[in-house]
């Protein structure tokens, strides 16, 4: 019998978590949603029904479903109010032992059968498993950003990943109306494993001068027709989270191909992060971005 989840715990109410608790919410879900950081909690609310609001506008749901996915969501101070939910999908930031200690707090309150899967964009799913007390019951359900606009959720089972709790996610995935694809449990799975080298190659051409902030991402979207440049969105994912995801894919694979980009590393380190703290390869302070080099 497949394992049934009516509600969703969500750790982390950054930009992925609020979007998965909307998404959550929307296709009827009681939700509950945590986060370390009080304001950011906080402001969350606000942050979902502002885009529940654009998605109204659009004519793509209506007020009643905007109402309703937003009483489904409850805010949760503390994990104490995880006790009754099926899955609790880990979204914090991307730093193992971050998460390890997070799953440690959920491992003491949350039900025997609960699920809890991680959304981590590289972070090994065994290894995350492991410092939990029930890796058959662990699993990645990497979702893409912004949430709510996105196809894709990438599942991917660590070693000890019981089929039951595979089939409970990809039900999951099914419900919220994403399509899902399954990656192997290697460093940054399918879509980081390609996309964050490309990123960090396009912050190694300004690094080098071989073009401006502008010039590359003009080349990239009208040369290669993607549909935003590379150095838009890596403001976009974050730049705290395109290094660490480097930083996995450079001591898992052991190959220099994927050194960090010593401009990444220094714009993180001034707290320039992207879009998220208003200052990154772009200025987002004034009426319209401003690129910064
Ligand atoms: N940004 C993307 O494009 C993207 C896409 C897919 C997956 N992810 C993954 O999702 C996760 C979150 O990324 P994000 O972009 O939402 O980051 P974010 O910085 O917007 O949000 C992270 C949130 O986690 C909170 N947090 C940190 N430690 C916590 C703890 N111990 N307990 C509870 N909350 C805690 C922070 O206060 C913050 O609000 C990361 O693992 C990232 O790799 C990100």
Redo the contacts with the bound molecule.
């Keep these: 019998m497949v394992f049934s989840i009516h509600k969703v715990g969500v750790?982390?109410?950054?930009?992925?978590?609020c979007g998965i608790a909307h998404v959550c919410a929307l296709s009827g879900y009681d939700v509950v949603l945590?986060?370390?950081?009080g304001e950011?909690l906080g402001e969350s609310l606000e942050t979902i029904r502002g885009n529940l609001g654009r998605q109204v506008t659009r004519g793509l749901v209506t007020d009643e479903q905007r109402n309703e996915a937003l009483n489904r969501i409850a805010l949760a101070p503390s994990l104490a109010d995880f006790a009754d939910v099926d899955l609790a999908i880990e979204?914090?930031?991307?730093d193992e032992a971050?998460?390890r200690?997070?799953f440690s707090a959920l491992c003491k309150v949350l039900r025997p059968d609960a699920i809890i899967a991680?959304?981590?964009?590289?972070i090994s799913i065994t290894r995350l498993a492991s410092s939990t007390d029930r890796p058959e019951q662990f699993i990645g359900i990497?979702?893409?950003?912004p949430v709510p606009l996105m196809q894709l959720v990438e599942l991917v089972r660590g070693i000890a990943t019981g089929e039951k709790t595979f089939e409970a996610a990809r039900g999951f995935v099914a419900r919220i109306g994403k399509t899902a694809t399954v990656a192997e449990d290697f460093p940054a799975f399918i879509v980081n494993r390609i996309l964050l080298p490309m990123i960090n190659e396009a912050i190694y051409t300004l690094y080098e001068g071989v073009g401006t902030v502008d010039s590359i991402d003009t080349a990239m979207k009208l040369g290669a027709n993607h549909p935003m440049g590379p150095l838009q969105l890596a403001d976009?994912?974050?730049l705290?989270?395109c290094l660490?995801?480097m930083q996995v894919l450079h001591d898992g694979l052991a190959d220099s191909k994927y050194r960090p980009c010593p401009l990444l590393v220094k714009y993180v380190e001034a707290g320039w992060l992207g879009r998220?703290t208003d200052r990154g390869f772009y200025d987002y302070r004034g009426e319209k971005p401003v690129p910064t080099r």
Excluded: C, L, P, R
């Excluded at 979204?91 to 991307?94: K, P, Q, R």
């Design positions: 750790v982390g109410a950054g930009q992925m978590g945590n986060d370390v950081d950011k979204t914090a930031v991307e971050e998460k200690a997070i991680s959304n981590s964009s590289s990497h979702f893409m950003n976009f994912i974050g705290d989270t660490h995801i998220k």
